[in-house]
């Protein structure tokens, strides 16, 4: 334990720029009648180069917007991004982003899906394929390489788009609730899929999810959103679990509940709010 | 229920349908057919009546003395030319799939880039519904002027029924890419030419590919209509010679030529589907 943390320390001294780094970021969206609706108010967050960092908050309050800023996929009105401390302009080029919704094409088969993410940076098909299918089996796939996407169970396809998404090698993985539609064993499942795979070479992480226990089994520190509109960062727990963990057994253990405790405290307030924003 | 129960009910709709065709027109009932000849024709004289001009139409092909090849047999003016039932079929058949081919490739072509082009798509997009709005069978005596009695007049017919149906899927297809699909792709870090090859381009097939029956049906249609309205063969052509003689057992062989051969495209239309959206759920693609 000791000798990770002075690891981390020595890590933090020497490591030339964070992984992602929101400096100041701010998010309007423009709504009817010329007004805008302030989203997200100035938000600073980093993420280490080998952190797993975990967002949590009620639904709306903008989780999702902070990662697409993170992504690329959307500018921030104020503020900017840093990647590896370099100003992000367009998309961000060493991210791999996983979507909540079903994203892998429909009309590729399982392998297909995996291989054009090489293919289309210039690898040739048949070694893409060979790549593609040492990755299926790394997902517990390689039997479904010839399925297409409707012939395949809800968490299949996020295993695919897990695969299509680290075969490119990102140096960040960017989450927005993944497992969300999953059910709750299978998202347990995914969940000890995701801390092997990531144990592999500790990518940086930016994990969006509703679900707090999630949260605390996956990652190496959890932030608090509150409600929004204007969210904002309100907590930064680190999560002092040990690694290799197993995200089911985890949540057995007495810390586990501790920092449950401690987060949810917090958290409740906002969830209240949120829903009492949504019935007002 | 199972398949032979339902094969056996659907074989009944016909037997009932011809049994009162017959019963109308062949057996007097108070001394009066209620479905006389003149106008109904019977179901025996029409089956006759196809076997004939089947078998007189073979017969016709293998004696004749000239080469049989494709050229000549669509040639109105080969010597050969005897308008057997084969060569109308053929010519109706290669009216349709020029008609589908051009309707649909300018279909996909012009779909895609108004879909791309927002700006095109909203300037053309009065004159697209007007066009779109007009009855196409007034076109037909305009083609006939333009092309003439040869099968390009109804080729041309085929081709505005057929393109605004493929147009206006292709366009939806590019337009109602799932965002997630989209972005992951521009995540994934493909650019706009690779977007087109397997994102957009994939999509629009599909909804391409599932209006296939109607426009494969408004291809042949267009081909029929022209060829009823002023040509010199096809089965169009055949129909209109029969009514114009009163020859009530001629239109219905002619009718029901037409549509077993409909029903024949309709069958290999299928199969073509079926190979091409194999990725598609079967609910979605049953749909089409």
């Excluded at chain 1, 989780?63 to 900017?80: C, F, I, R, W, Y």
């Excluded at chain 1, 995914?190 to 969006?208: I, P, S, Y």
């Excluded at chain 2, 084969?86 to 020029?98: A, D, P, V």
């Excluded at chain 2, 890419?177 to 870090?189: F, K, Y």
Aim: charged share 15%; aromatic share 10%.
């Amino acid at each position: 334990m000791s000798d990770r943390q002075a690891e981390r320390e020595t890590a933090a001294q020497h490591a030339p720029a964070a992984a992602i780094s929101f400096d100041g970021v701010a998010i309007d969206f423009p709504v009817a009648g010329g007004a805008s609706y302030p989203a997200v108010t100035r938000t600073d967050l980093k993420v280490g180069a080998h952190e797993f960092v975990a967002i949590v908050g009620p639904t709306g309050c903008g989780k999702s917007t902070l990662l697409n800023v993170a992504a690329g996929l959307l500018a921030p009105s104020t503020g900017q991004t840093l990647v590896f401390g370099a100003p992000l302009v367009g998309l961000n080029r060493s991210a791999g982003y996983l979507f909540q919704q079903d994203a892998v094409m429909p009309w590729k088969t399982a392998r297909d899906n995996v291989a054009i993410s090489l293919e289309i940076a210039g690898t040739a098909r048949a070694e893409a394929l060979e790549r593609a299918q040492g990755w299926l089996k790394r997902v517990g796939l390689s039997a479904f390489g010839d399925r297409y996407p409707h012939q395949l169970s809800g968490g299949q396809r996020k295993r695919v788009g897990l695969a299509q998404v680290l075969i490119r090698d990102p140096k960040v993985l960017l989450m927005d609730e993944p497992f969300g539609p999953l059910d709750a064993q299978t998202r347990q499942i995914m969940g000890n899929l995701l801390l092997d795979l990531w144990a592999l070479d500790r990518k940086a992480v930016l994990f969006v999810t509703h679900d707090l226990e999630e949260a605390i089994a996956l990652s190496d520190r959890v932030v608090i959103m509150s409600a929004g509109p204007s969210a904002r960062i309100i907590g930064d727990h680190a999560i002092d679990l040990e690694r290799p963990r197993d995200a089911s057994e985890v949540r057995l253990l007495p810390r586990f509940h501790e920092l449950h405790k401690a987060i949810w405290g917090q958290l409740r307030a906002e969830v209240l709010k949120a829903y009492g924003e949504d019935a007002g | 229920m199972n398949r032979v129960t339902l094969l056996l009910l659907q074989a009944l709709v016909a037997v009932v349908a011809i049994g009162i065709w017959h019963i109308g027109s062949s057996v007097p009932i108070g001394g009066t057919y209620f479905l006389p000849k003149f106008f109904f024709s019977t179901p025996a004289d029409v089956a006759t009546r196809v076997w004939t001009l089947f078998a007189d139409g073979t017969v016709k092909i293998a004696t004749c003395t000239e080469p049989i090849d494709l050229t000549r047999l669509i040639n109105i003016s080969a010597p050969c030319f005897g308008k057997t039932v084969w060569q109308h079929l053929l010519i109706t058949l290669i009216e349709g799939l020029l008609a589908f081919a051009i309707g649909a490739a300018a279909g996909v072509a012009i779909g895609f880039w108004l879909a791309r082009h927002p700006l095109l798509s909203a300037i053309f997009d009065p004159y697209i519904k007007m066009l779109n709005a007009l009855p196409r069978v007034v076109l037909a005596p305009i083609f006939l002027l333009w092309l003439g009695l040869g099968i390009w007049s109804k080729v041309a017919l085929g081709v505005t029924l057929v393109f605004f149906i493929v147009f206006f899927n292709v366009y939806q297809g590019v337009k109602e890419v799932s965002p997630a699909i989209l972005a992951n792709a521009r995540m994934l870090g493909m650019n706009e030419r690779q977007l087109f090859r397997n994102v957009y381009w994939p999509s629009a097939l599909s909804w391409m590919f599932s209006s296939l029956h109607t426009s494969v049906g408004f291809a042949i249609i267009g081909a029929v209509v022209g060829e009823y309205l002023g040509s010199a063969a096809g089965l169009g052509y055949m129909i209109q010679q029969a009514e114009g003689t009163f020859d009530t057992t001629g239109v219905f062989a002619g009718m029901v030529i037409l549509a077993v051969f409909v029903l024949i495209i309709d069958w290999f239309v299928t199969l073509i589907e079926r190979r091409l959206l194999v990725w598609r759920p079967p609910s979605a693609a049953g749909q089409g």
